[in-house]
């Protein structure tokens, strides 16, 4: 047999697999990287986060991505290139990674790459007759799996826009198997640039379960204190937006969105919301003079209500327990805010079930692979339209 196939089957027949996640979401704050050692799949699986760390962008790549990131109009040479400079890069930074750890690429059974979106096109937003559900990650896989020599899983979304679904949010997939407990219903909320939850009944009926985006997380925020206070990248612990009021005016035209109208689940990204986005909502509100920090304080209002919102009408009948994770979780401000506007909800961390917040999305797509070397799709084959019975992942060898 000859070795990449002879490597497979041998990584496939190992009773521990030490898969590294790899994440970089629409923040483009940086690579998030999850050493994650398995035992087991589907609702067996057991995982150990052995190492986590986020390897953050330098503002050049930021601005690299930038260029091509949730835009209509592109240079396509420049997409061409970048999907294989992604590629190498983060190859690059999972090197660096191991050599911190004092590992070497051999003990590394799998990386689960999930690459970087470009591009996100769910038919409910491009909204062309006959076109179907799209959606675009480029760094490509070959290009990790020959530069780190690990075998590399990559490419996780086209599978499930293959099979009915949008493409996203995966994360359900990955909550049902790590997080699902028999008699107890539970929300995992995920606050990333774009934010997005998970119920999880506690029947584990799969086909009452869902997973779907609510709308922004932090992309609005990021985006304005970007084009605002040249410098910054985010609102660190909300001061620029605890320093203002928001304009009850401008919460309720941002709020005024047919997407927020659409039923569960439905995914969206910064092609929707974006600075334009937020522009014709002041425009629609009356409120162009708004000082930055009064506009930054609304964003976050609104981002907190859009969520509370979804939240609430999932939980409306019971007593879901409410897990959070994603950079917003750190924003005091948006935590404040919701709490105002969930009482009673205890908002608790997924630090509680075993796995840090921060690593949950790198964890997920760990787990996506351990999934397909490891699992049988039977898992979801009751599941809804949304949720398909595939195992997601392109397989790149190493030679
Ligand atoms: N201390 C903090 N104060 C305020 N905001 C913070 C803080 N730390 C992180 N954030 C926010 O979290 C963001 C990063 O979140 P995260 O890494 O979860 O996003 P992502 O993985 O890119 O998103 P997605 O889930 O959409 O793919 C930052 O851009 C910032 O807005
Ligand atoms: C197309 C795409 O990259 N979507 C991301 C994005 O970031 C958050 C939200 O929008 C979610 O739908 C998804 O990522 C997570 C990891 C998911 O698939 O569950």
Excluded at 46 to 60: A, L
Excluded at 101 to 110: H, K, N, T, V, Y
Aim: with cysteine; proline share 4%; hydrophobic share 40%.
């Amino acid at each position: 047999m000859n070795r990449n196939f002879s490597r497979l089957f041998q990584v496939i027949r190992k009773e521990t697999k030490y898969i590294i996640g790899l994440m970089s979401g629409t923040s483009l704050d940086g690579l998030d990287v999850a050493l994650c050692a398995f035992t087991g799949s589907g609702t067996n699986t057991k995982v150990e986060v052995k190492h986590f760390i986020t390897k953050p962008y330098t503002p050049e790549f930021r601005a690299q991505v930038k260029a091509v990131f949730s835009k209509k109009q592109v240079d396509l040479e420049q997409v061409c290139i970048l999907n294989a400079f992604i590629g190498n890069y983060h190859a690059e930074l999972v090197l660096a990674c191991l050599q911190e750890w004092g590992m070497e690429p051999q003990e590394i059974d799998a990386i689960a790459s999930h690459g970087q979106t470009i591009y996100h096109a769910p038919a409910s937003q491009h909204q062309l007759p006959g076109m179907p559900n799209a959606t675009l990650q480029i760094g490509d896989g070959d290009h990790l799996a020959v530069n780190t020599g690990i075998l590399t899983l990559s490419d996780f979304r086209q599978k499930h826009v293959a099979a009915g679904g949008e493409g996203a949010p995966l994360a359900g997939y990955g909550d049902f198997i790590l997080f699902a407990e028999q008699g107890k219903d539970r929300v995992l909320l995920n606050i990333g640039g774009i934010s997005n939850f998970t119920f999880l009944p506690g029947s584990l009926d799969v086909a009452r379960m869902f997973s779907t985006d609510i709308g922004p997380g932090n992309t609005l925020m990021d985006a304005y204190v970007q084009q605002q206070f040249p410098g910054k990248f985010y609102d660190a612990d909300a001061q620029i937006a605890l320093s203002g009021k928001y304009n009850q005016a401008l919460v309720e035209a941002l709020l005024n969105q047919t997407f927020f109208q659409l039923d569960f689940p439905k995914t969206t990204g910064p092609e929707l919301f974006n600075l334009d986005y937020l522009k014709s909502a002041l425009q629609q509100s009356a409120q162009e003079q708004l000082a930055a920090e009064d506009v930054l304080s609304s964003l976050n209002r609104f981002t907190a209500i859009s969520i509370a919102n979804a939240i609430k009408q999932s939980i409306a009948n019971g007593n879901a327990e409410l897990f959070i994770s994603g950079g917003g979780m750190h924003n005091p401000l948006l935590l404040q805010n919701l709490e105002e506007l969930l009482p009673g909800v205890q908002i608790r961390t997924t630090a509680e079930l075993g796995i840090l917040p921060d690593a949950k999305e790198a964890v997920l797509f760990a787990t996506l692979a351990n999934e397909t070397l490891a699992g049988e799709a039977a898992t979801f084959e009751n599941s809804n339209k949304q949720m398909p019975a595939v195992q997601m992942g392109k397989i790149s060898f190493p030679f």
